[in-house]
């Protein structure tokens, strides 16, 4: 296989497939270099074809609250009082750009996905 931008789904197939033969290749050889061409040839396929879109900002946070086993009460630090983190996680209120920064820093957060506008509950 030529290497060349993959344009198709059988040019992407046919990649994959090259891409597992390959696998075991000794590191500085010339098939672990045309492996390493090759992932990037079908990462850069795979973004354009299927973009992920980055998550919303507060199902983001649930989710590292989540997967690091933290409560609201972690959060504290971060968002500010107990009401003022129920608040954010029910969208009542917004994130600041204070509390992004916090968030980012404290927690290795990206920015750029809590920075993201997200829809707040309207009051009733």
Not at 56 to 83: H, N, Q, W
Request: aromatic residues 6%; positive net charge.
């Amino acid at each position: 296989m030529t290497l060349r931008p993959i344009r198709t789904k059988r040019e992407h197939q046919a990649a994959l497939r090259e891409i597992e033969t390959l696998w075991e290749a000794p590191s500085g050889s010339p098939e672990a270099d045309r492996l390493e061409v090759l992932t990037l040839l079908v990462e850069a396929y795979e973004r354009k074809q299927y973009p992920i879109e980055a998550p919303d900002p507060i199902d983001f946070l649930l989710f590292v609250m989540e997967a690091r086993a933290m409560t609201r009460k972690d959060l504290e630090p971060y968002i500010g009082s107990r009401a003022r983190v129920a608040e954010v996680l029910n969208r009542v209120r917004p994130l600041t750009l204070e509390m992004i920064r916090r968030l980012a820093s404290g927690l290795k957060l990206p920015a750029d996905v809590l920075i993201r506008g997200y829809e707040l509950k309207r009051a009733a």
